[in-house]
């Protein structure tokens, strides 16, 4: 499924406009970033946010955690990691 991206939460988290198996809130498997309380956390959210934010990407969803869907993430047919 196809989403718009809202907003980018850190390296591995992002928000969409509509939700996606009932949630906003997406994961991407495979992906670990930085605590947001640290430069590189923050380096590596904002490079996120130039390559995703208010731009389209496909989501495959394999699961949930805390709330949000675990999902394989693709942009511009590349699989995000």
Known sequence: MRRKVKRVLDKDTFETYTKVNGSNFVRIDGMHGAE?????????????????????????????????VVAKVRHKRRLLR
Do not use: C, E
């Open 36 to 68: 947001l309380n640290t430069a590189l956390g923050r380096k590596q959210r904002d490079q996120m946010k130039r390559k995703i934010q208010g731009k389209i990407v496909t989501v495959q969803p394999i699961g949930r955690s805390y709330g949000r």
